[in-house]
C-alpha cells in the first residue's frame, strides 16, 4: 500500500480541471500513489487526481481510471 502523505497539497490538477474559483468548492485531504485525494464541501464525495489530471475512483478492489467530467459530475451533483 503506497504511503499516504498529509502534507503540501497539490491544487494544481484541480485548478486545471474547474478553475481557481472552484477550487473554494474543495479540501484537499492527502495524496496516495500519486493521487490527491479532494472532498467536495457539501456533497462530501471524493475527486481523484494525479498530477497529469487522469481522474479515478476508488472501489471495493482498489483505485482505478475513470472519466475525468462523469466524475466531476458525480462529485459536484
Known sequence: MAEKSLENPNWQPLEHLVGR??????????????????????????LLLDSEGRCYTQG????RPADVQTELKRVTG
Request: with cysteine; net charge positive.
Open 21 to 46: 474559483g472552484g477550487c473554494s468548492e474543495f479540501m484537499w485531504m492527502w495524496r496516495e500513489g500519486g493521487i490527491e485525494f479532494y472532498k467536495h464541501i457539501w456533497t462530501r464525495r471524493y
Open 60 to 63: 471495493p478492489n482498489g483505485v
